[in-house]
């Protein structure tokens, strides 16, 4: 199997010019290239042709296949599949801001979490992504829609935490200075809450932004959501909240979906007060979105602003998500993963 150059760190390309026996400034040109989104050797301009027939050998750009772009009607959303070198295929979504272009990735194929809302899980881990996978999903939507992506959220397909050391490769490529040089203040990374790794996250002293899937205000409740809360009971990962605050000095947003007559009550919004109200965060109230396997239904219009109303009575900030793409199945908690029989 060829080595894919995406998944390359700088360092580790001019390591591989030294065992080449090729001048280490080579590497660095390689990086830059394939950082611009190159689709093959050939477009390395500045590269000698020996020199790309020996890589060719070797080593490869793994590119993606753009198999279908869906088209929100009523915002602009595009809902990216886009098929690997192995026939799975997974989903990405562009989302245009006034602030700039936002991409949601996927980081796994599938997703072995079982939240019982989300359609990434139905049919379980296919498989990791490599950090190659993760900016491959870049570069393919930069390349299609001529636009640069400012902003990243690890929010598609998969749970990142989950695929810690590919996730953390990727954060560390799309934020090199001669690469997407995307800041870390610009990235958003959604776990469910596996409390180790985020305790590791800590470690890492980044500055992004952690977005923590909540969901309920008891284990009993956020137990039947989401089955990680066996392992991770609320208590431990509100501890381990605190924890990221203090030591990286970054607010917390928490993400919390509003279910029709599951979690949607004032009772519940002041339930959900008195456990945030010691933390560093933000809520992201998100009316659930549809999956045809599920039978949860999204809360109205009204109970979502009584809700909202609640939390800021405990000086906590709360936004209703506005949910750009669902026409498409392309918000929270629709992404899935596919898989097709056609190659490259």
């Not at 598609?156 to 996730?167: K, Q, R």
Request: charged share 25%; hydrophobic share 35%; proline share 3%.
């Amino acid at each position: 199997m060829k080595k894919d150059l995406r998944d390359f760190e700088l360092d580790e390309l001019v390591e591989v010019m030294k065992t080449e026996k090729i001048p280490a400034f080579r590497g660095k040109q390689i990086f830059e290239w394939i950082h611009k989104g190159v689709a093959s050797f050939d477009d390395m301009n500045n590269i000698p042709k020996n020199l790309k027939a020996s890589l060719d050998e070797n080593y490869m750009i793994s590119n993606m296949k753009v198999v279908e772009v869906m088209k929100s009607s009523s915002d602009g959303t595009r809902k990216y599949l886009l098929q690997l070198q192995d026939g799975n295929v997974i989903e990405c979504v562009f989302m245009k801001y006034k602030h700039g272009n936002t991409l949601c990735i996927s980081t796994q194929v599938g997703c072995r979490m079982k939240c019982s809302f989300c359609a990434s899980t139905i049919h379980g881990l296919e498989r990791q992504l490599s950090a190659g996978e993760m900016l491959g999903q870049i570069f393919t939507v930069q390349a299609d829609t001529g636009e640069r992506i400012s902003n990243v959220v690890l929010m598609g397909s998969g749970e990142p935490l989950d695929n810690y050391d590919n996730v953390m490769k990727f954060l560390r490529l799309v934020n090199h200075p001669k690469g997407l040089n995307i800041s870390m203040r610009s990235i958003t990374l959604s776990t469910c809450g596996l409390v180790p790794k985020i305790k590791e996250l800590i470690k890492e002293k980044l500055q992004l932004t952690l977005a923590i899937s909540l969901h309920a205000t008891s284990d009993e409740k956020r137990s039947t959501l989401m089955p990680v809360n066996k392992s991770y009971p609320i208590k431990e990962l509100l501890d381990v909240c605190k924890e990221y605050t203090k030591f990286t000095g970054r607010r917390i947003t928490f993400e919390y979906a509003l279910i029709a007559s599951e979690n949607d009550s004032e009772e519940e919004a002041h339930k959900l007060g008195k456990l945030l109200k010691d933390i560093h965060c933000h809520v992201n109230l998100i009316p659930i979105n549809p999956v045809k396997e599920k039978d949860y239904k999204a809360t109205s219009n009204e109970n979502a602003r009584a809700f909202q109303a609640v939390l800021k009575k405990y000086h906590i900030e709360a936004t209703i998500r506005r949910e750009l793409g669902s026409d498409i199945d392309a918000a929270c908690g629709q992404l899935r993963n596919k898989h097709i029989d056609t190659t490259l």
